[in-house]
């Protein structure tokens, strides 16, 4: 679950990294990720410990974004996900993800001149177009990922 770009818990939920005590090392990329998920002390602390966490300490350390009542969990996914499909550009995720996740390898420097050449290019773009046409038209947008 560290390499979702969201994360909602059921306020029953249970994580951890049990690794050092099945005599094993953090696994596939953990020891980069977590660290940069939750602070080098927590990633310690779940990682050299293995122990096991509820739901609103990981809410706390940055783990989960938010934690809802267990029964309303697949609701509460399905809402955010329908909002972001109905009401946000696919284009504009799409490039904030890339930004997001290849930012993480650069500098400032290049981070604001792509982000720079990135919103010029946004200017033209269809979705960008449709977002503006539908705030004045206080209307839901009708994006094509364009």
Known sequence: MLYYDL?????????????????????????????????MHNACDLLFSGRIIDAQEALAMGL?????PHDD??????DVATEMATLCSPRSIRIMKRQLYGDLFTDLAHAIHEADREMV???TA????????SFVQRR???????
């Open 121 to 123: 290019a946004s200017f």
């Open 140 to 146: 839901k947008p009708e994006f094509r990922g364009k």
């Open 126 to 133: 269809e979705d960008f177009k449709e977002g503006v046409a």
């Open 73 to 78: 969990l697949l609701a509460t996914a399905r």
């Open 7 to 39: 994360r909602i818990a059921s306020d029953r939920a249970r994580f951890g990294t049990v690794f050092s005590r099945r005599g094993l090392v953090a696994e596939h990329g953990s020891s980069w990720l977590l660290p940069r998920l939750v602070g």
């Open 64 to 68: 989960v974004n938010r934690v809802v």
